[in-house]
T-cell receptor
Framework: DQQVKQNSPSLSVQEGRISILNCDYT??????FLWYKKYPAEGPTFLISISSIKDKNEDGRFTVFLNKSAKHLSLHIVPSQPGDSAVYFCAATYTDKLIFGTGTRLQVFP | GAVVSQHPSRVICKSGTSVKIECRSLDFQATTMFWYRQFPKQSLMLMATSNEGSKATYEQGVEKDKFLINHASLTLSTLTVTSAHPEDSSFYIC???????????FGSGTQLSVL
């Protein structure tokens, strides 16, 4: 049972536009959510996180939105840059477990 | 989709003992495996990158003599926590990829508790 789902395996966006990556979860016990970015042949690196008591967290070009009633999480990147091209993983945690989605490959083209 | 199996899912051990965690790619050959450590509500910390047939590359601040990594085959990597202490208690997770540009597949993680 996939508790954290990223239903879009890939996304292509033009440079300067907004990239929106989505993530759905099923477990209402999750209380903290994270986004990771992964370049080829590297491990994922932490990008941004949000606590379940908030509905928005912003850090520069990156904003994460949380809709608890819909059990939906999204990452907005604006403006998108070619260097943002990578695979993005969302993850959710409660107690001591960290569960990842399967990732979405973002390609930002000029 | 590709499956990565991590075992055990939970281990409790006494201080001073060694613990081995296995990470297996079940339906693909993983040229690269990554080991991470995560503390509650903190971001995942990459510990080391393991390439089949060669020595692991450790991140800065990770003691390679304490966290022994072996990637002896294309489907198995192991992490051994030697002489574990309570401060080593954490959630350890592995991930694997099978080519340079492919997505990463994660194991289910191991919760280590050192008493």
């Amino acid at each position: 049972d996939q508790q954290v789902k990223q239903n879009s395996p890939s996304l292509s966006v033009q440079e300067g536009r907004i990239s929106i990556l989505n993530c759905d979860y099923t477990n209402s016990m999750f209380d903290y959510f994270l986004w990771y970015k992964k370049y080829p042949a590297e491990g994922p690196t932490f990008l941004i996180s949000i606590s379940s008591i908030k509905d928005k967290n912003e850090d520069g070009r990156f904003t994460v939105f949380l809709n608890k009633s819909a059990k939906h999480l999204s990452l907005h990147i604006v403006p998108s840059q070619p260097g943002d091209s990578a695979v993005y993983f969302c993850a959710a945690t409660y107690t001591d477990k960290l569960i990842f989605g399967t990732g979405t490959r973002l390609q930002v083209f000029p | 989709g590709a499956v990565v199996s991590q075992h055990p899912s939970r281990v409790i051990c006494k201080s001073g003992t060694s613990v081995k965690i296995e990470c297996r790619s079940l339906d693909f050959q993983a040229t690269t495996m990554f080991w991470y450590r995560q503390f509650p509500k903190q971001s995942l910390m990459l510990m080391a990158t393991s390439n089949e047939g060669s020595k692991a590359t450790y991140e800065q601040g990770v003691e390679k003599d304490k966290f022994l990594i072996n990637h002896a085959s294309l489907t198995l990597s192991t992490l051994t926590v030697t002489s574990a202490h309570p401060e080593d208690s954490s959630f350890y997770i592995c991930s694997a990829s099978y080519s340079y540009n492919e997505k990463l597949f994660f194991g289910s993680g191991t919760q280590l508790s050192v008493l």
